[in-house]
């Protein structure tokens, strides 16, 4: 069983960066799916971004397409999320997630297994 942990969050202005780490133990890393998910301020969950367990293969959700960028690297055990471009709308809870079935790219919650307990990102001027 995988624990994940997230980090990487805090305030930043609008047009700003961010970069979140989910760092990952207790299990192969590169055995699992991996994505990222957020809860803006009373909305539900939604998908961020989902990636294989080599990391080759990406899927994105169309607001963050072009903005994020997801990657892992397997010989850390980590898996990031760059965000570019942020706009008062990407102000979240951030999660990750890991899925142990294989890659057809995961967006729902349902389809992971285990979370991290989130990091909060705020966007504001």
């Known amino acids: 069983q995988v624990q994940l942990g997230e980090s990487g969050g805090g305030s930043v202005q609008p047009g700003g960066s961010l970069r979140l780490s989910c760092a990952a133990s207790g299990g192969t890393f590169s055995n699992y799916v991996m994505g990222w998910f957020r809860q803006p301020p009373g909305k539900e969950r939604e998908f961020v971004a989902t990636?294989?367990?080599?990391?080759?293969?990406?899927y994105y959700a169309d607001d963050v397409k072009g903005r994020f960028t997801i990657s892992r690297d397997n010989n850390k055990n980590t898996l990031y999320l760059e965000m570019n471009r942020l706009t008062p709308k990407d102000t979240a809870v951030y999660y990750c997630?890991?899925?142990?079935?294989?890659?057809?790219?995961?967006?729902?919650?349902?389809?992971?297994?285990?979370w991290g307990q989130g990091t909060q990102v705020t966007v504001s001027s």
């Open positions: 990636t294989s367990g080599s990391g080759r293969s990406t």
């Open positions: 997630a890991a899925s142990e079935n294989n890659w057809y790219g995961q967006q729902f919650a349902n389809e992971y297994d285990f």
